[in-house]
């Protein structure tokens, strides 16, 4: 790993994939954070420059941006860090395609040549409780999505919306820099999605002369530490 400074709050940065398919030229580092041990100089030692808010929020984001410095050192040899763009979304430098995600404790960051990858989206979640994931379906689910739930259990109809999000939060990162257009929940539906940790997701909406409805995309997911993991990722 490299020899920047590493905060007390944050654990060793890891290179380890923990999805199903591993994608050729993409960097995936991940660490673990505490809030309650951040430094009120972590920042300014990092090289990174300081964001406001309660100890949580900066240090999701600084452990966000240190995964993210390493990843573009791997790919391009360079250890800069994205910017905060006036969309919120980071400024990853031009030939790179990139994506953070952070959440409870967990953070990672994957970088890779846009000539091999045009767009990548990470997403990290806790599942959500099956009562909470009864409210929330409505807000995240298509009608055709809200069908297929019928089936199932409570605790699978639980899996199955907090995985319906993660991918389609994961299918926003990698699609909203090729669009610069923002689109919702509703705009896209899970067709398929499988115990060996593969998804595919359709647009409903035209976004794009090259991404128009019945566009389909692949994804991948996996659940570890009470986490779960979601990629889609777009092939140049």
Not at 176 to 204: I, S, W
Request: proline share 6%; glycine share 6%; hydrophobic share 45%.
């Amino acid at each position: 790993m490299s020899d920047f400074y590493l905060p007390p709050c944050c654990t060793a940065l890891s290179d380890h994939w923990p999805l199903p398919q591993a994608l050729a030229g993409v960097q995936l580092i991940s660490t673990r954070f505490d809030p309650a041990r951040l430094g009120a100089e972590d920042f300014s030692r990092s090289g990174i420059a300081a964001v406001s808010g309660v100890a949580k929020r900066q240090t999701e984001y600084l452990a966000g941006r240190l995964c993210a410095r390493e990843a573009l050192r791997r790919v391009t040899g360079m250890a800069s860090v994205p910017a905060v763009g006036a969309d919120r979304a980071p400024q990853w430098p031009a030939a790179v395609s990139g994506s953070i995600t952070h959440g409870n404790g967990w953070a990672a960051a994957l970088a890779a040549h846009a000539s091999a990858w045009r767009g990548l989206g990470l997403d990290v979640e806790q599942p959500l409780p099956p009562a909470r994931a009864e409210r929330l379906a409505a807000e995240i689910l298509t009608a055709n999505e809200m069908q297929q739930l019928h089936a199932l259990a409570p605790e699978q109809r639980a899996r199955r919306v907090s995985l319906t999000f993660s991918l389609k939060e994961s299918l926003f990162k990698a699609l909203y820099p090729l669009v610069l257009r923002r689109f919702y929940f509703h705009d896209a539906e899970l067709l398929d999605c499988h115990d060996t940790g593969n998804a595919q997701l359709r647009l409903l909406i035209d976004l794009h002369p090259d991404w128009p409805a019945g566009s389909r995309l692949d994804g991948q997911f996996v659940e570890f530490d009470g986490y779960l993991l979601s990629l889609v990722a777009i092939a140049a």
